[in-house]
């Protein structure tokens, strides 16, 4: 069953479920997804604060008698009187009454009494509520807790917050060909790779799974495979063994257990063999082996589905548009997605082809940071032309 | 000591030595830099590989005899005779004399003979030496292992990797104003905000730190947290406690404790406090209290700097060229640091003012992801004008 790649992503964003939530520590909350409006709880800031060191004090007089200090986190007089002024340390309360923090570097102490230049009213002071008033929306559902947003939720005084649960992501690696790192090299085999593409990418997206390890090329060891991950897992991701090969048996194999084929194939290039299934809950996805091809299905299609599993309000890669810095060629009447390196040229994103784009080559994946996504009409862009490019 | 940011910045990568080296375990590379150019070690592919699921065959006869078949991890004939064919397996070996592979969907077999249409030479099959050839390198010494290149380091079957050794940092905060995560609020207290900053971008970057906890404003607890880090660490990152206020006392105190002021002021807004010192060996870098200086000084001064001392071969931001969404102002004749929204609109990377740019608010950086470098020339910039920006 092949699809079209909009059918594809229709086809997996209508499986992928809304997540389950759970409030947890907001300090074990890196990079999960918000599953709550942050609302702030209070005004920020919810007294006058002193933008500045300076003297508090209501202008007009021609000299001030000091009365005492306070600073962030140190009470000091909550009003003064007249000619009365109050040290106040940046982010420290203005007594109520005063109208004006002036600089301390622009005040000076002579025999007891402040000097103080003309303040404007107002001055130096951040006024109650100036930031957020209680009952704002600080950041959205379906945020990503990450960047500016973690420390914010520190920021608000949260000590819990509401996030989405992860779904339990399986994984296992087919292939009679593997070798693991560290073992020696035997001619014609290959290193498992595509583990280590999934922990590479799962981590810029805060998603985790466990491996089932790697598993033969035999009918029965796919079998026992998938009866030992299936109801385990919310998800299920295998490498391999799903093209027209002898040896393909996890195409065969999930067929005869009851899971219903969404797809099996969809029309890209390189990695058109893609297959999405699903029983009870579970869904099944598998990769085809090759690393390249392995990775471009990750980045295009899983990806986007797995942070819509997540729980992640933006789930759709953002295409961005870069300038090609040299030519890159795809096929006309079919989409292609070529690796590229794209960096910025006086302040341009340009893409570069990264040479090579064959299914069996996955070497200059160590300077690809860009594929590049070009469509049917596209044939060959050269120097100049704008591509649509998904940032790794 | 105010200097400009390019003097800033040149102090702090001439202070930054290079990192000494170890060797790892590939699998615990994720995020480490490397410190070899990574070589490959053989040819890619090192033997004539398939393309598809096929036959290998000689092209100009009829009909062929199958003569068994081979796969990737499964040893096959090594030549055919004349009219001879083998079956191999994506991956899989291509036996010496054979000089195409048919894709097995294009070929029938009856009565035990194989019939294949006409091939080109060299169809499917994916030559010796044609993805990297044996001491080409793959990735350069300075490139951090994450997406692509940590996968390609199993690709290419390493073990063990020579990686860049981390600097130890150690972190500390001050102020007596300040509340931990899932303390009950203070009236004009403040949650410890800071310290989440760098946990939240440190991880994006590989960097990590130890925590030596809240230092209240006293002379004497600067002073012991100065004691017990020194020689400890090779950077020491403070937050707060360096303005102009009476109980700034880590100015003080680094002063008397033997360290070279580099400089205590930088000519940016916000956050112009910001300190560098120097002791045998130790960084000291006193960084604003207030978040939103923090973040700033953080994304545009220290985690370049930090690259630089992880090893980081690139290690200053990349600025990007956006273009406005709408008004952002800046004061002729400073330096200004503006937070933006940036996002991609019709493919161009488009930016939008936070709304405040007050030092003392950070409640934006929720949605803030980008900060906008607004020289001295720049004023105010209106729908359309461009800025360079630093994506966090």
Chains 1, 2 share one sequence.
Do not use: W
């Not at 920020?44 to 500045?52: G, I």
């Not at 091809?293 to 819509?308: D, E, H």
């Amino acid at each position: 069953m092949k699809v079209s790649r909009h059918k594809a992503k229709e086809i997996l964003y209508s499986i992928a479920g809304a997540p389950e939530t759970e409030e947890i520590d907001v300090r074990d909350s890196y990079m999960r997804v918000l599953a709550e409006d942050v609302i702030t709880e209070r005004d920020y800031p919810d007294c006058r604060k002193s933008a500045v060191d300076g003297y508090a004090h209501i202008p007009g007089y021609e000299s001030y008698t000091s009365a005492g200090e306070t600073g962030a986190g140190r009470k000091g007089a909550e009003s003064i009187s007249g000619d009365e002024t109050v040290f106040v340390m940046t982010g420290g309360n203005v007594p109520d009454n005063a109208l004006a923090v002036a600089r301390v570097e622009d005040c000076t102490v002579e025999n007891g009494r402040v000097f103080i230049p003309e303040c404007k009213k107002g001055e130096n002071i951040n006024n109650i509520a100036e930031e957020n008033a209680k009952g704002d929306v600080a950041a959205a559902k379906g945020s990503v807790i990450k960047d500016g947003l973690f420390p914010v939720l520190f920021y608000l005084g949260r000590g819990k917050v509401k996030v989405c649960k992860r779904p339990k992501i399986g994984i296992f690696v087919t292939g009679d060909e593997i070798l693991e790192a560290g073992e020696e090299y035997r001619k014609g085999f290959v290193y498992n790779t595509n583990k280590y593409i999934l922990e590479s990418m799962f981590r810029k997206y805060g998603f985790d799974f466990e491996y089932a390890g790697h598993v033969k090329d035999s009918k029965e060891d796919v079998e026992a495979a998938f009866d030992m991950m299936s109801g385990k897992y919310d998800i299920i991701i295998s490498s391999g063994g799903i093209s027209m090969g002898k040896y393909d048996y996890v195409k065969e194999v999930f067929n005869t257990c009851g899971y219903e084929i969404l797809f099996s194939r969809t029309a890209i290039k390189p990695g058109s063999p893609l297959m999405a299934a699903k029983k009870e809950g579970c869904t099944f996805i598998g990769m085809p082996g090759y690393p390249a091809a392995f990775m471009t299905n990750l980045v295009f299609y899983i990806i986007p589905f797995l942070r819509k599993c997540y729980g992640y309000a933006v789930f759709e890669n953002e295409e961005v548009s870069v300038t090609m810095g040299g030519k890159t060629s795809s096929k006309e009447g079919r989409f292609d997605i070529n690796r590229a390196a794209v960096r910025t040229e006086n302040g341009v994103l340009t893409g570069f082809d990264a040479g090579t784009q064959k299914t069996s080559h996955f070497i200059s994946f160590a300077q690809v940071n860009a594929l590049l996504l070009l469509d049917e009409e596209t044939g060959t862009l050269s120097a100049g032309d704008r591509a649509k490019a998904v940032l790794l």
